[in-house]
């Protein structure tokens, strides 16, 4: 019984050494700072060296890519990513402290990404907060005209119109259309002694219209005395 307390200071001095060893590699000093622990602490080198060789993942998430095309500059690295990907790993191996820098090269083929969280640093963590957001561009829609020697024309695109002036040889309608969207362009009122007629009036963008026009010839009906209106 004598010999229990000796004991139990033993016990005491040696829990705290641990903790003094574990504090002592947890704060990563591998430049020779705590040499005065490395006889008392002989593992703490160790165990630091060991966790200053850690190494962390950065990687992003992306949302309304459908075309493919998107590169994205990571550290000055060019990154692929393929059309629909929903995750993309940017950079492996990387040790904490890290700066990273992540930003858009190259669009995808008719849409436009920004990225969001695209700087900031490892801090012993993987990071997975970066956010790459694609939609689709607005193109101008529209294509070329002929023969429009006469006022009135009256183009539409559902409920987007578009009043042409005589003697136009183009037109863009007021509203772009998305990529991939599609278009359905008709002529809503004809001009004045015209008939125009839309050529490629339908499909989806990027589009190539034509609106040819010509004139309309009224002819006397001898029999009924009235005018007749044929195409020439």
Do not use: K
């Not at 929903?86 to 008719?110: D, F, I, K």
């Not at 990225?115 to 070329?144: E, L, P």
């Amino acid at each position: 019984m004598p010999q229990a307390a000796p004991q139990r200071s033993w016990t005491r001095h040696a829990a705290s050494a641990a903790v003094l060893c574990a504090l002592v590699a947890l704060s990563g000093c591998t430049d020779g700072s705590c040499s005065a622990y490395s006889t008392f602490c002989p593992i703490s080198n160790s165990i630091s060296s060991s966790l200053s060789a850690r190494t962390y993942f950065l990687g992003a998430t992306i949302s309304g890519l459908e075309s493919s095309g998107l590169v994205l500059m990571v550290n000055a690295v060019a990154v692929s990513v393929a059309a629909g990907a929903t995750t993309q790993g940017l950079a492996s191996l990387l040790p904490s402290g890290t700066r990273y820098s992540v930003a858009v090269q190259t669009q995808p083929t008719g849409q436009t990404c920004t990225v969001a969280g695209g700087t900031g640093m490892i801090r012993s963590a993987n990071v997975a907060n970066v956010v790459v957001t694609c939609s689709d561009q607005g193109y101008a829609f529209g294509g070329s005209i002929s023969g429009l020697n006469g006022s009135g024309l009256v183009l539409a695109n559902g409920t987007d119109t578009l009043a042409v002036s005589s003697g136009a040889t183009s037109f863009t309608m007021p509203t772009p259309v998305a990529y991939t969207s599609s278009y359905g362009i008709t002529v809503q009122t004809q001009p004045a002694v015209l008939a125009c007629a839309v050529s490629n009036g339908t499909g989806t963008m990027p589009a190539g219209v034509a609106c040819g026009c010509r004139r309309q010839h009224r002819l006397h009906d001898a029999h009924t005395g009235g005018l007749r209106q044929p195409l020439g």
